[in-house]
């Protein structure tokens, strides 16, 4: 044929795929095998750091290997002098960097770098691993191995809590479905405030903030789920401090009342209204609930049974 | 949860969450559901694709590509996964039943414990779906391969001060760990008050405000640690700790409105192994809500449970076989043998939920020694069915997720040794 490229047959580059397949297989398990018999022969050293890489770089998900890296920086931090040792956690860090880059999702890599930072203690440039943090919690707002360890080293790096409260509504204010940071910040606002009457100022504050959330967007449940929880919490703080526990209720189901006027098929702010009125005062309020529960169950009827369930409650 | 690092979070890659995704997938699926109300004129028409299923999975017996090199630490997750699946769908796996207690026997661990494969180190997760593979084959070769001696020091050497225990050696600690020590101690007549102490108290710390438990104190409620905190709880006995109510309104609510599916955290996207690790938790709180067999719900669980079967069938089903977490995505072992699990709890009202060796169960056992895989047998009011009755599939029991003929079995024999 002059010049033409010869076209392969589709089964052809089916049995090219699977060779190379079969190839990479054949290549992992070899890269397993090396790294079995070298611990074997010499147990775990500076040699197990190098081989036990190539393996996680295609598996990192093989928590033996992680556990055989500990246990060589383990003994080699008997052997040789600290400076060196040192710098073999860094050269951990970035190789860990790395891995997280690659899947940032497993638990694996997520523990080994918490045990590295543990070991550097105070050689750890933990602003660093807060920052490191951040740059992936902007890429992936929901990754709760990145949110448990940011916790982790934020306590470490003396961020305070209300630096870390301040992160959590950059976050809310960035995207009002953020739903790990109305998480953390439910934890977060019950640390900072131990005083009953700064707690209730701060109650307040986080109620008008769901306010300005749900007007933009009714049906967004996160700032719904949170209200819920203010609302428990405002109901203890007026308990504890001897004034009437539904003091607020009543203010934020007008509210929410107003709500229902431009939108009332609206699914949260009914559940909301439901729910509110089932803890404040479920008699007087028996035959409103009902109704809510009836149009719940028309514009939600995936939660039908749920709503039957309720019923049972009035 | 992410019992092995396969759970899906898969949807998010290196991009946030926003609700403009969730449109996407919501457009999608709306596609699946026309497409088949164009092309089936009424529900008997969506069939479950059983045979493409079975032959699917029989495949994964004859090896994996490379992709699943990530599970190479997974073994008995994986053997676990097929073998579960093709039980919910009626397939026996006797015929190979030498091979898969032969090659999980090789991944025990001299010390206790099972591993990740030959020569890894044990593994509670890979000890759990080892067991639970054994008792799918359901032999008493199978369950004779488990030294029970050493598996109690390997659970007790994973187990923490306070009240928790570590995945593996120098490992990590969350709400998967408990469970799956829990559900093998159960399973094996290995539960010993010494083992738990504290442990109920531990996973009380995980129920966050939303009602949902999440994987450790701190973090967010997501559905498969919830799964395996209740179910852990419901095992001790000690749902005491939880606050139902406000778990019930979490996981009723995880249920998408237009998707149909379960998602596994507030705002995040449908994913069809949610469908067991959520629904199952419904029939559990049913469980401790009135814990007398004869009243468990005869009208159902409180969740549309035929919207879950629609979703499972309309939408996670690939026709060439194997099931997905939904459209676009890949099958894989792991999203199949949930996405039957979970349409098996929509499916099933009637379920075995007590996690003790009980004579009701044995009742069903007794005159029955030998298994009729082709038949399964439903009573009407047993079952909420979308589509026709040959969508059916085995039920599950809802705390170990295998099939509880098979529980009563391995009970009867551990709790007779």
Do not use: A, F, K
């Given at each position: 044929m002059h010049g033409r490229v010869k076209e392969r047959t589709s089964e052809e580059k089916e049995r090219i795929r699977l060779a190379a397949e079969a190839e990479k297989v054949k290549q992992y398990c070899k890269d397993v095998d090396v790294v079995t018999s070298h611990v074997q022969d010499h147990g775990p050293d500076r040699q197990t750091l190098k081989l036990t890489q190539t393996v996680l770089d295609t598996n990192p998900e093989y928590y033996t290997m992680w556990n055989l890296r500990r246990q060589a920086l383990e003994k080699l931090q008997d052997e040789i002098p600290k400076s060196e040792m040192d710098n073999m956690y860094y050269e951990e860090l970035k190789f860990i960097e790395h891995a997280i880059s690659l899947n940032t999702k497993c638990y694996w890599t997520w523990h080994h770098r918490k045990w590295i930072v543990q070991r550097l203690a105070h050689l750890t440039d933990w602003q660093r691993e807060v920052k490191l943090c951040t740059k992936l919690l902007n890429l992936d707002l929901r990754n709760f191995h990145c949110w448990s360890y940011r916790r982790f080293v934020a306590s470490h790096a003396n961020e305070s809590l209300s630096q870390q409260f301040d992160y959590t509504t950059t976050k809310i204010e960035q995207n009002f479905s953020n739903y790990s940071a109305w998480h953390q910040r439910s934890a977060l606002l019950l640390e900072i405030e131990k005083d009953d009457h700064g707690l209730l100022n701060a109650l307040q504050n986080e109620l008008e903030l769901v306010r300005q959330a749900v007007y933009t967007e009714p049906n967004d449940q996160s700032p719904w789920i949170y209200h819920r929880w203010l609302m428990a919490q405002c109901k203890g703080v007026l308990t504890r401090l001897g004034r009437p526990p539904h003091e607020l209720a009543q203010q934020e189901l007008s509210h929410i009342k107003e709500l229902l006027s431009i939108e009332p098929e609206a699914k949260w702010p009914l559940l909301t209204t439901a729910t509110m009125m089932i803890d404040v005062d479920r008699s007087t309020y028996a035959s409103e609930i009902k109704d809510i529960l009836t149009t719940l169950k028309k514009v939600d009827p995936a939660r039908q049974e749920y709503y039957k369930f309720l019923e049972t409650k009035v | 949860a992410r019992m092995s690092s396969q759970e899906g979070d898969d949807d998010e890659e290196w991009e946030g969450q926003t609700v403009e995704d969730q449109e996407e997938v919501t457009q999608k699926l709306d596609r699946c559901y026309a497409a088949l109300r164009r092309d089936a004129s009424e529900e008997n028409d969506v069939h479950l694709f059983r045979e493409e299923h079975i032959a699917w999975l029989w495949r994964g017996f004859s090896g994996l590509p490379s992709g699943y090199s990530s599970l190479d630490a997974s073994k008995p997750w994986l053997c676990y996964w097929t073998i579960q699946a093709l039980d919910l769908l009626g397939e026996s796996t006797a015929r190979r039943a030498p091979q898969i207690v032969g090659f999980l026997d090789k991944c025990q661990d001299t010390e206790g414990g099972f591993t990740g494969g030959p020569g890894q180190l044990p593994h509670l997760a890979t000890t759990y779906s080892a067991v639970l593979a054994l008792l799918v084959v359901g032999t008493e070769e199978a369950y004779k391969i488990i030294d029970r001696e050493k598996m109690s020091s390997f659970l007790h050497r994973r187990k923490c001060p306070n009240g928790g225990f570590t995945m593996h050696d120098s490992g990590e600690q969350d709400v998967r760990s408990m469970y799956t020590a829990i559900v093998v101690a159960k399973l094996l007549n290995l539960l010993t008050p010494e083992l738990v102490a504290g442990s109920a108290e531990w996973l009380a710390q995980c129920q966050t405000y939303e009602g949902g438990l999440g994987g450790c104190p701190g973090n967010e409620a997501h559905g498969g640690y919830t799964f395996c905190g209740v179910a852990a709880l419901v095992i001790l006995g000690?749902?005491?700790?939880?606050d139902m109510p406000r778990l019930l309104r979490w996981v009723a609510n995880r249920q998408m409105e237009d998707d149909r599916g379960f998602q596994g955290r507030t705002n995040k996207l449908v994913d069809s192994c949610y469908s067991f690790w959520q629904g199952a938790v419904l029939p559990l709180i049913s469980y401790v809500m009135h814990p007398e067999p004869e009243s468990h719900a005869p009208s159902g669980w409180l969740f549309d449970q035929r919207a879950l079967q629609q979703y499972v069938l309309m939408c996670a089903q690939h026709a060439q076989g194997g099931l997905r977490d939904k459209p676009g995505k890949g099958c894989d072992y792991y999203h199949t043998c949930y996405a039957l699990a979970g349409l098996s709890v929509a499916q099933h009202n009637d379920l075995v939920i007590t996690p003790e060796p009980s004579p009701y169960i044995d009742k069903h056992l007794d005159g029955n020694e030998e298994e009729d895989d082709d038949v399964v047998s439903v009573s009407s009011s047993s079952v909420t069915l979308f589509g026709p009755t040959e969508n059916v599939v085995e039920a599950t029991h809802p705390v170990y997720n295998v099939r509880p003929e098979k529980v009563a079995r391995a009970m009867r024999y551990f709790y007779s040794l």
């Open positions: - | 000690r749902t005491d700790v939880l």
